[in-house]
Every structure is written in C-alpha cells, then in structure tokens.
C-alpha cells in the first residue's frame, strides 16, 4: 500500500480502551509495542547496511539530458547561466541536479517511514536567517522540492554532497568520507536525544546557542560568528541601498544589474504587484497591519540560485512611512522535481492545488522558525511562493571549508536534518531503526563517496558537453 501524508496522520485513530474514546489526529492511550521497537523491526526488512548500495537505474537519462528536460518551461534567456553554475565544479552540479538523485535513489531501499522532506538537503541548503525579534536562527533554508517522501533521501543527498564539497575544497579522501559518516552519525544521536525528550520539548529542540556543542562542531565556531555578522548586515535596507536609485515620483525604484537584476515593464510589475492582494490572505491575520504600513514602489526580476536560474522570480520595493525600505520576494513555485520518482519507492503524491503553498507549508513544517511573511500567491496564472528578501540571511560556503572544518559541519547539517525530520516523523520510530551502532553510517558513507564518483562523471559530461556546444553556458554570473 503506498504511503501517503494522511494515513501517517490516521495511525492514532484506533479505538482506545476505557471511557474517552481514541480522538483521530491525537495518539490513542493504550498502545501495543512502541515506536522504537516499530523502528528496530524494520531492520529485518530493510537492513541498515543495505543503505551502502548504489545502482543506477535502467533508462537512467546522461547527465546533459537530464539537465535539458530539467531546464524545460525556464525562462530560455537565462538557462546557460544555469548550466554554467552547475558547469563550475562537481558540488555545483549535485546542487542543480536534484531531480536527476530522485530518479537515482529509486534503485535504493527505503524503509517505508515518511517524513516533510526538504527534497534538496545538499550541504549548501543549510543557513543562517533573522527572527521576528532579531535573533539569527540556522537551519534548512531552501525548500523548492520539499514533499512527503522516504526520509533517507534528505540524508543521503546530504551525505554524498559532503564527500563532493569536501573534494572540491581540497580535503583528502579519508575526510571526505568522515564527513558523510559522522553527519549521519549526528543524524542518528539526535534523533536518540529527541526521541527521549517530552513531545513538546522535542518539537521546539534544539536551541541555536546549544547546536553547534550538541554537533560537537566546536571548529566551526570562528566560521559561524563571521557568517552571523555578515549575516546580520543582510537586510532589506542594505539591499535597497545597493540596488535602488530615487524615482520621478520622490520614491525609490530599482537599477538594472544585468544580468541578475533587471527592471520589468509596467504591465508585468503591475502584474506581480497585484498578485500581492491575494498574497495577504495566506498569511496570519496579525501580519496584515504590519504590511498595511507599506507601500508598493517598485518590481524587478532577480536571478537566483544555481537550481533555480531560469524560474522566474521578482523582488518588490515596499516603503513604511519612514522610507525604510521592506523587500519581498516572489519566487516561481514549480512542482517538485522528486513528484514522478516517489510512486516508484511507495509513495503516493497528494494532489497539490498550489506548488506556493506546498514549498510554504513544507518549510512551516520542517523549521523550528519561519519567516513570518511566508505566503503563496499566482502571476499571470503561474504559482509563486513569496517571503522576505535579505531576511538577515547568512550561509556557509561547504565548498571553501578549511579540511579540519567540513567534518564538524557534515556533523552540524545531520544534527539540523534530524530536527527537522523530527517534526513529521516519530523520533522513537526514527531511532529505534537507525540504533546506536555506526552500521548506518558506514553504509550511507559508502553509498556518499560511490554517488560522488557518479557526480563527478556527470559533470565531466557536461562539461564536455559545454566545450563541444551541445548545450550553452555562460560562467561567471
């Protein structure tokens, strides 16, 4: 029976013994066996060493194709930035070939545990972000392909994509491969930890200042203050400042960078602007006076990401009264890339009326804290999430980590993966399968490095492929 969101939600709906009758949505009060001895048995059917394999499936497209089909229904104009970003090393191109590991992992076991997957846990996807009250928060930050799906996905993609930063940064192989092992490592100690906290201490864990001790990423510590510094210059006033010039009308309005940032003509900025009125209604009903103290200046179109180049995606210039400057982004919400390759694991999609909504809700699920202007709206009948832009953003590049440093990041990033999974997923079922032995480790470790080695053979393709002519790039942007 395939898997779907729902039936994980009924499983507490059995009727419970005694005068109050089980309640669906909550657990009933009476239960035969436990979570965790639920997780040790699924070990018999799906051992955690089998986790080691890797196979590639029959028909699997070449690496150029693939990224073709994957550039279908983009903004023509701009793919060639995008396959010179994923063109730039073998880390660039796992970052913008998450659809290409869904079809991979198919071959792969899965346990038949769902989970809110972010669908694109690569190293890079990790930050830094501002709270309502100022604070800095770290955590996934990018959910484009977030669906229900087989929670060994996430760490996976994880693990394998920290054998490829670590190789591109210089690291030797033996810290590569310790790299993916000890982030699955941490993955696991986390959900143990969580997994023996009340429910309600679990769900809001783990706090920012006890993360990275907990991850026992200690090296870290220089790195991540200098991210947070920059991180807190971020803003949507530091932005505005760069990127604005004062208007006709005594306002400001933004000035093209070509080829990341570009003015948009009246009819398509009066487009996204309207778009803005519906936006108001997905979001909490105390957010709406704050933005009532906005006006709407000005629209642009900005590139973004290494993924995402060639979606289309807007800022939009908003003034209090001060003149301070508020920026929205609203960003193309297209189906995840993972929808056509879960049928083939045992799950079964849930319709979705709204991608907006399904990359908002996803990323509400799996965070401890949300941007509180995350919202969903449609552009001239095409979805789009919208959140705030420079929201104190900060992110470590994986990549450019010091040898002694990407270690105690894989484990930081497991540790982040966990909590998040946590949210949707028993921790108790979680943990009693993954257990206290390192065999899961070793297995997703080896599986980490063999999946690298097939990455850098496909980027070697496209590479290839970009020297021949096959398919166009432009670097450097």
């Given amino acids: 029976m395939a898997m779907t969101e729902q039936h994980a939600v009924e499983t507490g709906a059995a009727v419970d013994g005694g005068r109050i009758p089980a309640v669906p949505g909550f657990a009933p009060r009476d239960v035969a066996g436990s ?23 029959a028909g699997r497209p070449d690496a150029v194709r693939a990224v073709e089909e994957s ?24 970052r913008g070939s998450a659809g290409l ?5 198919t071959t792969g076991p899965v346990t038949g545990v769902g989970a809110q997957i972010c669908g694109d846990a690569h190293a890079a996807n990790f930050g830094l972000y501002g709270d309502a009250r100022g604070g800095l928060v770290i955590d996934l930050n990018d959910f484009d392909e977030t669906v229900f799906g087989p929670w060994e996905w996430d760490l996976k993609r994880l693990a394998a994509s920290l054998v490829l930063a670590g190789r591109v940064a210089g690291a030797d192989e033996d810290t590569c491969r310790a790299a993916a092992r000890d982030a699955v490592g941490a993955y696991r100690g986390t959900l143990r930890l969580l997994a023996k906290l009340p429910a309600l201490d679990a769900w809001n864990a783990i706090a920012d200042e006890e993360l990275v001790s907990h991850a026992d990423a200690h090296d870290l510590m220089g790195t991540l203050e200098r991210v947070s510094e920059k991180a807190r210059n971020n803003t949507s006033a530091r932005f505005a400042a760069k990127s604005t010039e004062p208007g006709p009308d005594g306002g400001l309005r933004f000035v093209d960078a070509l080829p990341v940032l570009r003015r948009v003509g009246d009819a398509e900025a009066a487009a996204v602007a309207a778009s803005l009125g519906p936006y108001l209604k997905t979001l909490q009903g105390d957010r709406l006076p704050l933005l009532a103290r906005y006006a709407i200046h000005d629209v642009a179109f900005r590139v973004v990401g290494t993924g995402s180049v060639g979606t289309r995606s807007y800022v939009v210039l908003l003034l209090d009264h001060r003149g301070e400057p508020l920026v929205l982004q609203v960003k193309e919400a297209r189906p995840s890339v993972l929808l056509p390759h879960l049928p083939a694991v045992g799950f079964e999609p849930a319709p979705e009326v709204h991608e907006g909504r399904r990359v908002v809700s996803g990323q509400q699920r799996m965070q401890v804290v949300s941007d509180i202007l995350l919202g969903w709206t449609t552009v001239e009948g095409r979805p789009y999430q919208v959140r705030q832009f420079r929201n104190r953003k900060g992110s470590v590049d994986p990549a450019a980590l010091a040898a002694d440093q990407i270690d105690d990041y894989g484990r930081m990033t497991g540790a982040l993966l966990a909590r998040a999974h946590a949210h949707s997923a028993d921790p108790r079922l979680l943990a009693g399968y993954c257990g206290k032995s390192d065999e899961l480790d070793e297995a997703i470790a080896a599986f980490a490095v063999a999946y690298a080695d097939r990455s850098e053979a496909d980027h070697a393709d496209l590479v290839a492929a970009v020297r021949s002519g096959r398919i166009a790039a432009e670097a450097g942007v």
């Fill in 35 to 57: 979570p965790k001895a639920a997780g040790k048995a699924l070990r018999a059917r799906v051992p955690r060493s089998a986790h080691a394999r890797f196979e590639l499936p």
């Fill in 101 to 105: 590991m869904a079809h991979d992992l």
């Fill in 71 to 94: 550039n279908a229904g983009r903004v023509a104009a701009l793919t060639p930035i995008r396959v010179g970003r994923m063109a730039a090393n073998p880390f660039a191109f796992l």
